[in-house]
């Protein structure tokens, strides 16, 4: 029996038989590593397995936790409350307008057609069709200018930092720009990493330059100039995770890290933003010393991408589809968000509202003496910044509200602040 089916029956046992209940948090792939005494790959096939079953469920930033299938729910006023929520304000999901699915179904069936493709397993690195157009794609968007063998594909970005935890090694500390990206955070602590926000400090500094804060701000050319300036001063290695590029508001396009850098900065990506959170496809570009320390390696990892969906991402790409999705994308979303911080606006006379560099974000800041579950009780997921001295602070997304939702969206808003 292989190991990840042991650690797959293992857990799924303890589901069923109540040993874990439905909202407990599972043991990190680090921690489960160590228990099960395998390697961080085979966990995460594990997972990934347990995941597509329904066992667990994946949350972003946070981690693995169990479903509630086969075992009775840990806290039934909790997931009492998680039902009352009818509209999701953090950006955790898409608009469903926004994203041609008969187009997509199309290239997952002509990928499906590919039988003897489909029958063996995917390479460690990700298949190199889909690499070179995605080395082309990132030439052409952000001036990242590297081979295809130096890129790394995986079902989202936390497998690819698990990735590069076990590549880097000999560095212990490393630094985020605040303290939001959760399971980031958590994938370096399991490695045994010193984690802080302090970046002068650090031997690994972690950053979204276009997304750096909740609230969307983007870094100035000046600020990333200082900081490659620095990392080749004091040998730093520079994670570029170039998250939510494709949205720009109140500031001019800026280039990445990797194109001002020289060789010291890893760059990671994701098509999740552009296409659909569920289609879990990212990538990163090792430096060439880390490239090599892969090709040592490469026997350690396997592939966590579904090979079938980059087969259909590198055609979606090769015509052309990808530019297009990403200029309507950013088109809607920055209209919808123009539109819902108008409408506060009319509706909050004393409230500070701006719209967050990247488009994205709303943040709002107003009286507040309601209780803070105010919101959730009127069916609003909101992500509250901040909340002292009778003010508080939301970062609002509206990107993935219906238009026609608005109004009972601002109502909802209205009634828990007020």
Known sequence: MKKYTIIYNDI?????????????????????????????????????????????????????YVSDIGSKPINIVRDIEKSRVKYDLTGGIADKDCFDFALWQRYIKSALRQKERLLS??????????????????????NVITSPDRIIIGAGVSPLLNILCS?????????????????????????????????????????SP????????????????????????????????????????????????YALGKGNIVYIGSFSAMLLPGIRI???????????????????????????????????????HIKSQTRKISRVYTAKTKKFA??????????????????LQIILTAKFTNDID???KNGLKVFVEKYEDNEIKLVISPSGIPYDKFDDVIARLLSSIK
Request: net charge negative; aromatic share 12%; charged share 25%.
């Open 12 to 64: 799924k046992r303890k589901i069923i038989s109540g040993e874990m209940q439905s909202g407990e948090k599972v043991l990190s792939i680090r921690k489960a590593a160590m228990l099960y005494n395998v390697s961080i790959t085979t966990v995460q096939n594990a997972y990934f397995d347990l995941c597509a079953d329904g066992y667990i469920i994946a949350h972003e930033k946070s981690g693995y």
């Open 121 to 142: 397993y995917g390479e460690p690195q990700g298949e190199y069709d889909l690499r070179c157009a995605i080395a082309q794609y990132i030439k052409e968007k952000r």
């Open 167 to 207: 590549l880097i090694g000999g560095r212990k500390s490393v630094s985020f720009p605040d303290k939001s990206f959760e399971q980031g955070m958590g994938i370096f602590n399991d490695f045994g990493y010193d984690v802080h926000t302090r970046y002068k400090d650090a031997d690994i500094i972690y950053v």
């Open 210 to 257: 276009s997304h750096m804060t909740r609230w969307g701000d983007v870094m100035p050319i000046k600020r990333r100039l200082e900081l490659v300036s620095y990392s080749h001063r004091n040998n730093s290695l520079v994670i570029e995770d170039d998250y939510e590029n494709e949205f720009l508001y109140n500031v001019k396009p800026t280039p990445s890290l």
């Open 282 to 320: 990212s990538f990163m570009v090792l430096t060439d010393k880390l490239k090599e320390e892969f090709d040592k390696n490469a026997a350690r990892y396997a592939q966590t991408a579904s090979k079938t969906e980059q087969i259909a991402l590198c055609n979606y790409i090769r015509d052309g």
């Open 342 to 359: 108008q409408l506060l606006k009319a509706n909050l006379n004393n409230a500070e509202i701006e719209i967050g560099e990247n488009t």
């Open 374 to 376: 105010s919101f959730e």
